[in-house]
């Protein structure tokens, strides 16, 4: 099916990415309106350092960016530079794939205490990104505890944990890498409130844990024996049986300690200013599916607690929102509600955040679908001069980040990367991002036509 | 490690694996699918889409299908890395365990 929609994608992450490789290869002319001045959202900002394999992923998202009738607009904060209104005159459809941005609070006295964080703030430190608090994450607590039974709480136990050398070959940032040499933390205790069955580790990521030079995985069996398997999910069996192979393993004297603890839930994070204990309830199975509070407790000392407990999405302005679930109410990727017509919603602002990035090719796939489906008789924006928006955006200051902009920043980075022998170290002082890719932009608005 | 398809995709070739397959690493034979070993990034998406849980992490097969690794792997003796499925389509051969290349 072919369509001559003018369409805009707002995010360029996976999701994003993959509902413009569709919509491209079926004829519609694309602009990419992302927040940030450097593209592949939590590809770049999300996975981890040490996860070279799926970073490899960012050569087939290029080839996206890079397709004649895709263009790249960085530095646009839609809601802010531009609204919605706006680009609804400008754009004929407009796709939402601004993914899940904030973090589920747990709900528990003390957690407004310093060294109470949300895991995203430690990805986000660790992966570079330009929003995250500058002066980063005090790693000075011996003891660290990590809520949460995900793949998140997987990689920041794992990035805490691991021998620092082992990442400058990683694209981390050099302050990152210099923190985390002298960081303090010995022990890091991942805390899910379920039984080691319920775990939504994936079983890949849950085996490199066991595999770390300098770490000794410690699970206690009282904690996993005994407990039913529950689940009839083939990974979570293989986690319930890796973590009874990890509670007979004897400990190495490793360096560093990673503790896997079930059936606790924070109750209370407790100190003077800066948390030093996290009080648990003891959780059991409290029948149909629930788990409820014995009313044993447990005191875990510890100046640094992560929370890992869920994503959820922030509302677009003008765009309907399901304040419950965090989304974008849908149907089939359109966006339903009071939206007009025209308007989708693709990857975890559709369907939570859930699944790996394979996952989001088929959820854009049925976006991509709905869209081509409705084609025919959407109406038109008035104004479809590719220039249209770039006036705009430039009457109110703002000059995107353009691909070649973008490709300037890359090389900035493969440049850095050669000082530490590593492929390329990322910069994230936002200001020096866009002041590199505006040397390469020239003349951005000969560059930025191509689509026309 | 990358993942394996083992014996329950045989003359079952659901193919919702290979919609998730961000790097289109999943090959079609005549009466299964196969994952590239070199091309796949362990992202573990196509695992819990399969219907009859036929995909595994390599290190963990079941004993009764570790034959399946060896066959997978013979499958791209000769296609080597062919860069996705979607450039070389459907292929009308399988590589099965106590099976030469039957073509």
Request: aromatic fraction near 6%; include cysteine.
């Amino acid at each position: 099916m072919t369509a001559d929609l003018r369409v805009a994608i707002v995010g360029s992450g996976p999701s994003g990415l993959y509902a413009a490789e569709g919509l491209s290869k079926a004829g519609c002319d694309i602009d990419i309106l992302e927040r940030l001045p450097a593209p592949y959202g939590l590809l770049r900002y999300g996975v981890a350092p040490d996860h070279l394999k799926i970073k490899s992923l960012v050569p087939a998202m290029a080839r996206i960016l890079g397709r004649p009738n895709v263009r790249f607009l960085g530095g646009i904060h839609v809601g802010r530079d531009i609204d919605i209104t706006s680009l609804r005159e400008l754009y004929d459809v407009l796709v939402y794939a601004t993914g899940a941005a904030e973090d589920r609070p747990l709900g528990i006295p003390g957690e407004g205490l310093d060294g109470s964080r949300a895991a995203r703030e430690f990805v986000s430190w660790y992966s570079g990104h330009p929003d995250a608090d500058p002066s980063g994450i005090d790693l000075s607590a011996t003891d660290v505890v990590v809520v949460g039974a995900g793949n998140v709480a997987l990689d920041v136990a794992r990035i805490l944990a691991r021998d620092p050398e082992e990442l400058a070959g990683t694209d981390v940032p050099d302050h990152v890498l210099g923190r985390l040499r002298g960081s303090d933390v010995r022990d890091v205790h991942i805390v899910a409130r379920r039984g080691p069955s319920f775990a939504k580790f994936s079983t890949t990521e849950l085996r490199e844990v066991g595999e770390l030079a300098n770490v000794d995985v410690i699970v206690r069996a009282a904690e996993v024996d005994g407990t039913d398997a529950a689940t009839a999910d083939p990974e979570q069996l293989r986690n319930l049986e890796l973590f009874r192979e990890w509670s007979r393993r004897p400990r190495a004297g490793k360096p560093r300690r990673i503790h896997f603890r079930f059936g606790l839930s924070p109750a209370e994070l407790i100190g003077h200013r800066r948390v030093d204990q996290v009080v648990l309830d003891r959780m059991v199975p409290g029948g149909s599916g629930t788990w409820v509070a014995t009313g044993e407790r447990e005191v875990l000392r510890a100046g640094l607690i992560l929370r890992a407990v869920g994503y959820r999405g922030v509302p677009v302005a003008g765009v309907p929102f399901d304040e419950h679930r965090g989304v974008i109410p849908h149907q089939d990727g359109r966006v339903v509600g009071s939206a007009g017509d025209g308007q989708y919603a693709v990857g975890w602002i559709k369907r939570g955040p859930s699944g790996v990035i394979g996952t989001n090719k088929a959820d854009a796939q049925e976006t991509v679908a709905t869209i081509l489906a409705a084609a025919p008789t959407l109406p038109r924006a008035a104004i479809r001069d590719p220039q249209a928006i770039l006036d705009r955006l430039g009457a109110s200051g703002v000059t995107p980040v353009t691909w070649a902009g973008w490709l300037a920043i890359d090389a900035a980075e493969v440049a850095r990367g050669a000082t530490r022998g590593a492929p390329r170290v990322k910069l994230s002082d936002r200001k020096e991002m866009e002041a590199t890719a505006l040397s390469a932009q020239a003349r951005p608005d000969e560059e930025t036509r191509k689509t026309a | 490690m990358t993942f394996v398809v083992a014996g329950a995709c045989v003359d079952v070739k659901d193919r919702t694996c290979l919609d998730q397959c961000p790097v289109d690493c999943i090959y079609e034979g005549s009466r299964k699918v196969y994952i590239q070993p070199e091309e796949c990034i362990d992202c573990g998406a196509c695992e819990p889409v399969c219907p009859v849980n036929a995909i595994f992490p390599a290190s963990d097969v079941p004993d009764v299908e570790l034959a399946h690794v060896e066959a997978n792997l013979r499958f791209f003796d000769e296609l080597g890395s062919p860069g996705g499925f979607e450039l070389i389509g459907p292929q009308d051969f399988d590589c099965l365990p106590d099976q030469r290349l039957d073509r």
